[in-house]
C-alpha cells in the first residue's frame, strides 16, 4: 500500500471545500518533533477517524485544528478559513471535546450547560431550546436537573458530548471519546456520533481502539510517530489498499502432499500449519482462491473448509507500521 504522507499524494484541489486540510505541517518543540510533514484532508460532511496508537500525535494534530496550538511549520485550513489569521471566524463553528476534561461537579447539567451557552455567546432567551437541544443529542435530558456528581464514566462522556453539541458546530473534534467506556457504552457512542453525522455535521474523532472506528467511519487516517501513513475512504481501504487475503484450508487428511501442492502453487504463501490443513496468503481478488481451490480438488485433495478473509482494520494498521518499521 503506498503511503500517503506527502502532499502530491491529497487531491489539492479540493482543499477549498474541505472541513479541515493540513499540508506539511511541522511541529517541534525543541529538538522533538511531534508531527512530521502532515498532510491530510477531512471532507465536508464526512465521519473521519484518526487511528493511531498513543503518542502518534493524535491529540496534537486535533489541538492545531482547534487552534489551541499554532504548528511550527506548514498550512492549516478550517472550514475553508485560514490558521492561525481567521481563528477567530473558526472557534463558533467547532466543538471540541479533548480526551480528558473536568466537570463542574456542583452545577446541575442544565446549570453547566447555560454556562457554556454564555460562553459561546448564546443569547438567554435562545439558551433553554439550546441546551434542550443538546441534552437530547447526547441522551443525557433525563438528569438535567441533576449535579453532575457520581456520575459514571459513560454518563460523564455524554455530559462532554452535550457541552461540545451546545453551540450547535458544523465540526466535532472528538478526542478518545470512547476511552473507558464499557462495550454497551461504546455502542450507544458510536450510535450518537452516525445520527449527528446523519444531520450534517462534520466529525474528526481520534481513537486508538481500532473496533471503534471500523464500523462507523466513512474515512480513515492512519498515524505513526507524527507522519500521516494512510488517508482516504473505507472504500478506498478496501479496494485499493489490501494486497491480500488468507485463506484457511482444512482437509480430511493432511498429506505431505498437501504442503507440496500448496507450496509449488506461485500465488500462495504458506502461513501457519494447521492440524489438518494450512493458513496461507493469497492476492486479494477472489478468483485467485477460486484457482486454489480448484488446483487443489483436481489434484484430489480432499478439502473439507476452504475459508477466505481479507485484512480487518487493525490488521491493515499492524501491517502499515511493520513495513515503514523495516523500511
Known sequence: MTTTGSPSSVSLKRKDTAAIFLRDVEMRYGAARALRDVTLLVPTGSLCGLVGPNGAGKTTTMRIVVTDLVPTEGEVRVLQHELPREAEAVRPRLGYMPDSAGLYEELSLREYLDFFASFYGIARAARPAAIEAAMELA??????????????????????????????????????????????????????????????????????????????????????????????????LQAGGLQTARVRIETLDRSPRLEALLSSWPEARVDEELERGF??????????????????????????????TTESLEEVYLRLTEERDEA
Request: charged content about 30%.
Open 139 to 236: 441522551g443525557v435530558a433525563r438528569f438535567a436537573d441533576r449535579r453532575l456528581t457520581g456520575l459514571s464514566k459513560g454518563e460523564r462522556q455524554r455530559v462532554m458530548l452535550s457541552r461540545t453539541l451546545i453551540n450547535d458546530p458544523e465540526l466535532l473534534v472528538l478526542d478518545e471519546p470512547a476511552d473507558g467506556l464499557d462495550p454497551r457504552g461504546r455502542v450507544e457512542l458510536r450510535e450518537m456520533l452516525r445520527l449527528l453525522n446523519e444531520r450534517g455535521k462534520t466529525i474528526l474523532v481520534s481513537s486508538h481502539i481500532l473496533a471503534d472506528l471500523e464500523e462507523i467511519c466513512t474515512d480513515l487516517i492512519f498515524i505513526d510517530r507524527g507522519r500521516v501513513i494512510f488517508q482516504g475512504s473505507r472504500e478506498r
Open 279 to 308: 493458513i496461507v496468503t493469497l492476492p486479494s481478488e477472489p478468483a485467485a482462491a477460486c484457482r486454489l481451490l480448484r488446483h487443489l480438488v483436481e489434484a484430489g485433495v480432499e478439502v473439507t473448509s476452504y475459508a477466505r
